[in-house]
């Protein structure tokens, strides 16, 4: 049974429930193969994983310092067609009312518009890209944030 797919618009309101960020833009990109997340700090000191999300200049960032253990290296083709290895990491991703199980590369977005790039190994056989939409996945319920 193939489950109906929903029409999604070429920016999103998105959440990392597990990493505590909400209500975040990402940008849909159908050309992209993975979804990409704008971290810094990224470093592996003794088998961890430690990265900071977002950077300073985002009105986002809180200077938090993650640690995963369960990760590996990829390369992956960057926008600008030239090969970087990234290290992936598997999470939950919150679309609307939607939780998936998703695989992310944490790279340095800084330079970008947005901070999240969704790519189509997330979207295939869930959504289905109008791109004459902007924000069309009514957001669900978020949590407060601390001022």
């Given at each position: 049974m193939q489950r109906e797919k929903q029409i999604i618009g070429r920016?999103?309101?998105?959440?990392?429930?597990?990493?505590?960020?909400?209500?975040?833009?990402?940008?849909?990109?159908?050309?992209?193969?993975?979804?990409?997340?704008?971290?810094?700090?990224?470093?592996?000191?003794?088998?961890?994983?430690?990265?900071?999300?977002?950077?300073?200049?985002?009105?986002?960032?809180n200077s938090k310092e993650y640690k995963f253990?369960?990760?590996?290296?990829?390369?992956?083709?960057?926008?600008?067609?030239?090969?970087?290895?990234?290290?992936i990491i598997k999470t939950h991703i919150k679309i609307g009312r939607k939780r998936i199980n998703s695989?992310?590369?944490?790279?340095?977005?800084?330079?970008?518009?947005y901070p999240v790039l969704i790519g189509r190994k997330l979207l295939k056989n869930r959504y289905i890209v109008d791109v004459a939409l902007l924000?069309?996945?009514p957001p669900s319920i978020r949590k407060k944030r601390k001022s």
């Open positions: 920016r999103e309101v998105i959440a990392f429930p597990e990493l505590g960020l909400y209500e975040i833009t990402a940008k849909i990109d159908t050309g992209a193969y993975t979804t990409a997340l704008h971290c810094h700090d990224i470093r592996e000191e003794k088998g961890e994983l430690y990265f900071k999300l977002l950077d300073p200049s985002h009105p986002y960032y253990s369960d990760f590996r290296q990829k390369e992956i083709k960057n926008s600008f067609g030239e090969v970087e290895k990234r290290y695989v992310i590369s944490l790279t340095d977005r800084g330079n970008m518009r924000n069309n996945i």
